[in-house]
């Protein structure tokens, strides 16, 4: 079974940074795409980055020269950098990996990030 754990989460100023982190278990790491995603409450879950296994990267427009992501495969673990962090970033934060048919089909149970003005 895959398990996904979130940590790096909490409360940043306005412009701060803060790493996210997450960690997989089993042997599928290493050859999936990894995202990120995120929250916001009253809204839907929307992308905000994914890496593959090659180190491609993809990020949402409003992300893009903020945020980076990647990934360590000797740890099984998957980064989010989040630099220059503004309150529209606010959210529950849950990292995901791609299954065998290409979909999101595994996910972290969330962290929170909250930027305050």
């Known amino acids: 079974q895959v398990q996904l754990v979130e940590s790096g989460g909490g409360l940043v100023q306005d412009g701060g940074s803060l790493r996210l982190s997450c960690t997989t278990s089993?042997?599928?790491?290493?050859?999936?795409?990894m995202g990120w995603f995120r929250q916001a409450p009253g809204k839907e879950r929307d992308f905000v980055a994914s890496?593959?296994?090659?180190?491609?990267?993809d990020y949402a427009n409003s992300v893009k020269g903020r945020f980076t992501i990647s990934r360590d495969g000797a740890k099984n673990t998957a980064y989010l950098q989040m630099d220059r962090l503004k309150p529209e970033d606010t959210a529950v934060y849950y990292c995901?990996?791609?299954?065998?048919?290409?979909?999101?089909?595994?996910w972290g149970q969330g962290t929170q990030v909250t930027v305050s003005s």
């Open positions: 890496i593959t296994r090659s180190g491609s990267t």
């Open positions: 089993g042997r599928t790491f290493s050859s999936r795409t």
């Open positions: 995901a990996l791609v299954g065998v048919l290409g979909s999101w089909n595994y």
